[in-house]
């Protein structure tokens, strides 16, 4: 009796050690699978950010680069037309003020002359002629650098009245002018190039009242 208990005992043993033997090795069989399973999700992940990673080919790298030289080099041209512009804009306003200055020079030799034709005791100065001469070829050299400065005299005999050119500084009743039509230059205009110097000052015409009109005014009138 006390034998077969004894047998019995190890055979519980033996069976009971069997079973967590068995379960521990079903755990870790277990354990095993899900690691290799979250593996295989991860492996593509990870190779998906080796893709991502990648680094660019030569071509792609040519290709950059030479986007970013056309780019540079569109900007140095814009930078350059800038500056071109902005030179010529300077040399222009210099010598816009410098020509409108000097105009005074002509306006100046025409005042003497004027002056000199007027005054009753230097007309029968015999040097007075000579005098003259010369203002008149110190004027006409001036003229000449003008011109080829681009500075010219605005015309006005017999034109009609431009606001864009022209000064109307007194009207004239002339029936025999359009109305508008420049009877006298009271002071030059000059263009230079296409920019305005300075207008005209001008007298214009402008239509009379007939006779008639009066007669018909007055009668209205009374």
Do not use: W
């Not at 008149?136 to 000449?144: A, F, P, R, T, Y």
Request: net charge neutral; glycine share 2%.
């Amino acid at each position: 009796m006390g034998a077969n208990q004894n047998f019995f005992h190890r055979r519980s043993s033996n069976l009971i050690r069997t079973y967590y033997i068995a379960s521990y090795m079903s755990d870790n069989n277990k354990q095993n699978q899900d690691t290799n399973k979250e593996k295989e999700t991860k492996a593509p992940e990870n190779q998906n950010d080796k893709a991502e990673s990648k680094e660019p080919t030569l071509k792609e790298k040519l290709q950059e680069t030479e986007e970013k030289l056309l780019r540079s080099l569109a900007e140095v041209e814009n930078q350059r037309r800038r500056f071109e512009k902005e030179i010529k804009d300077a040399f222009e306003f210099g010598s816009f003020n410098f020509a409108k200055e000097s105009l005074a020079i002509l306006d100046n030799l025409q005042r003497a002359k004027d002056a000199i034709k007027n005054d009753e005791k230097l007309k029968n100065n015999k040097d007075i002629d000579k005098f003259l001469e010369n203002i008149n070829i110190i004027e006409k050299d001036l003229v000449s650098i003008f011109e080829k400065n681009r500075i010219k005299k605005i015309e006005v005999k017999e034109k009609k009245f431009d606001p864009n050119f022209h000064q109307a500084m007194t009207e004239i009743e002339d029936n025999n002018k359009d109305q508008g039509t420049i009877l006298h230059e009271i002071q030059a205009g000059y263009m230079l190039g296409e920019r305005l110097l300075r207008p005209a000052l001008v007298s214009v015409s402008k239509r009379g009242v007939s006779k008639d009109q009066e007669k018909k005014d007055k009668k209205e009138e009374k």
